[in-house]
């Protein structure tokens, strides 16, 4: 099992929908973050949270909203998306803020139709 | 403000051939720490390697090798012989603190696509 599992591995959704991309760690990190990685755009931060509650939003649309639950636990949920948000989404976890190295999950690859 | 660069789109090499990946960095801290990522077609980018600001070490790895220098602000990452396996995308990636406690930005460059031929 890898550290960090990312649920699903694909979605495709219609711009009406709604749905939620689920995180989960199991390396007892206490920081967790969501990034975008686009095909023409470096990968950017979207969300940073460090002992569940969010230190960090990076200007990112309210069509995203994130949760964490728990330390262990992330959730971005989305809603009227549109179709330049077609992208990997990723999430990673790191012990603590700070400088230590984050581990990544596989990515949510997702098509906004 | 934080900035990668790498200046190298995409690279092919033969493989058993030695390459080198270039990332160039700019931060007006004085402490930060430098990575390097590799992305798989997987997707998930797998942690290679972390150096702090304080220690200029060149450092290696089996067939992996990482030269900083902070006069010229790079820290570059050497593959040698390499192999198939090898072929991913490389993200070189900097850390700073921010003021607020417990949070911190990593900010990536845009990667560079290595490919190995058999």
């Known amino acids: 099992e890898t550290g960090v599992t990312q649920t699903p591995r694909h979605l495709v959704m219609g711009m009406t929908n709604k749905k939620s991309l689920k995180c989960e760690q199991h390396l007892g990190h206490n920081a967790m973050y969501w990034y975008k990685q686009s095909a023409k755009k470096p990968l950017e931060l979207m969300f940073v949270y460090n002992f569940k509650e969010q230190t960090e939003n990076n200007s990112v649309p309210s069509r995203f909203s994130p949760e964490c639950p728990n330390s262990s636990h992330l959730f971005l949920h989305l809603h009227t998306l549109q179709p330049e948000d077609s992208a990997l989404y990723l999430c990673?976890?790191?012990?603590?803020?700070?400088?230590?190295?984050?581990?990544f999950g596989q990515g949510t690859r997702l098509t906004v139709v | 403000a934080q900035k990668v660069t790498q200046a190298q789109t995409e690279i092919s090499v033969v493989e058993k051939e030695d390459v080198t990946l270039d990332c160039v960095y700019e931060t007006r801290d004085t402490t930060y720490y430098l990575f390097w990522y590799k992305q798989p077609p997987s997707g998930e980018l797998v942690f290679l390697i972390r150096?702090?600001?304080?220690?200029?070490q060149n450092e290696i790895s089996g067939r992996y090798s990482w030269n900083f220098q902070k006069s010229t602000s790079s820290f570059n990452f050497t593959i040698t012989a390499s192999q198939v396996v090898d072929s991913a995308v490389y993200f070189c990636?900097?850390?700073?603190?921010?003021?607020?406690?417990?949070?911190?930005?990593?900010?990536f460059g845009k990667g560079t696509k290595l490919s190995v031929i058999p």
């Open positions: 150096r702090n600001s304080f220690d200029e």
């Open positions: 990636a900097l850390s700073e603190a921010y003021s607020g406690a417990g949070s911190y930005q990593l900010t």
């Open positions: 990673a976890s790191s012990q603590g803020g700070g400088f230590t190295e984050a581990f």
